[in-house]
C-alpha cells in the first residue's frame, strides 16, 4: 500500500477536523523479553454480520464504559470512509475506520501499531458522543483508571488491550505516532512522545516486542489531535 503518512496531515486533518473538531522501550538497550502469547478468545459474534453487510468491515472495536461499541472499517486509502457509514454510505458523521496500513487479518499478523480512525464533533448543537467522541473522557484520571480495557475483535480472536497513554498530540509534528510499522527508533520517538503527552498519573513501559493499540481523533483545535494509546495484554 502507498505511504500515507503525509496525505494524513494534508487531508485527514483538513477534512476530518474541520467536521468537528512512562512508557519508555526496555531501559536496557539491546534486551528482548520473552512474551507469552494471549490465551485465544473467540471474537466477537457481531464481526461476521458486519462483515456480511460490508466486506470491508475488519474488526469489531468495544471499550467497556463508554458508547464505543462497532465495527471498524477498512479501504484503500484513509479517505473513503472520512465521509461513509459502516455501509460505505455516504454519511457526513462517518465511522469508525483503521488505518488502510494496518494489517487485520489475524491476530497473528497484527501491525506493531494498530491505528484506528474516529470523528468527534465539538461546534455547538452537534452531538458530541457520536464516532470517538467519548475518548474526551479519558483526559480525567478517575474515569482512565475505570475503565482502562478496550477489546478489538479480528478474524479468528478477540484481543484485550489495556490503556497506557492519552494526551494531545500535535497534527503535523507528530506523524511518527500514526506508523503502523515503525523501525525501532521510531518506535522509540513514538514512545518517548506517548511520555511527554500523558496526562494519565499512572508510568508504564513497553517492550520492543508488544502490539499497540492507537485510537486517533480529532478535538476542537485543528492543530491537534487526541490520541490514545494502549498495549496488548496477555490473558
Keep these: 500500500m502507498k505511504k500515507f503518512h503525509l496525505v494524513f496531515a494534508a487531508v485527514a486533518v483538513a477534512l476530518f477536523c474541520a467536521a468537528a473538531i512512562a512508557f519508555p522501550l526496555s531501559s536496557s538497550q539491546g534486551t528482548f523479553h520473552q512474551v507469552t502469547a494471549p490465551k485465544k478468545t473467540s471474537p466477537d459474534h457481531r464481526l461476521t454480520s458486519a462483515q456480511a453487510n460490508n466486506p470491508d468491515t475488519v474488526a469489531w472495536i468495544t471499550i467497556p464504559g463508554t458508547n464505543i461499541d462497532g465495527p471498524v472499517q477498512q479501504a484503500d486509502d484513509n479517505e473513503y470512509y472520512l465521509r461513509r457509514n459502516a455501509l460505505g454510505e ?3 458523521e462517518g465511522c469508525l475506520y483503521a488505518d488502510f496500513e494496518c494489517e487485520l487479518s489475524t491476530a497473528e499478523t497484527l501491525s506493531t501499531n494498530t491505528i484506528i480512525y474516529g470523528h468527534s464533533f465539538t461546534a455547538s448543537g452537534q452531538d458530541p458522543d457520536i464516532g470517538f467522541g467519548q475518548l474526551r473522557f ?8 475505570k475503565h482502562p480495557d478496550i477489546f478489538l475483535s479480528v478474524s479468528d480472536q478477540k484481543l484485550h488491550f489495556s490503556i497506557v497513554s492519552v494526551g494531545l498530540a500535535d497534527t ?9 510499522d515503525p523501525t525501532s527508533s521510531q518506535l522509540q520517538a513514538l514512545t518517548e512522545k506517548a511520555i511527554a503527552r500523558n496526562q494519565l498519573t499512572s508510568s508504564f513501559s513497553i517492550k520492543s516486542s508488544d502490539k499497540l493499540l492507537t485510537l486517533s481523533t480529532c478535538t476542537d483545535n485543528s492543530n491537534q489531535r487526541l490520541l490514545l494509546v494502549a498495549t496488548l495484554v496477555s490473558d
Design 138 to 145: 479519558y483526559l480525567e484520571d478517575d474515569f482512565a483508571k
Design 90 to 92: 455516504s454519511d457526513y
Design 172 to 180: 503535523a509534528e507528530d506523524q511518527v505516532c500514526i506508523l503502523t
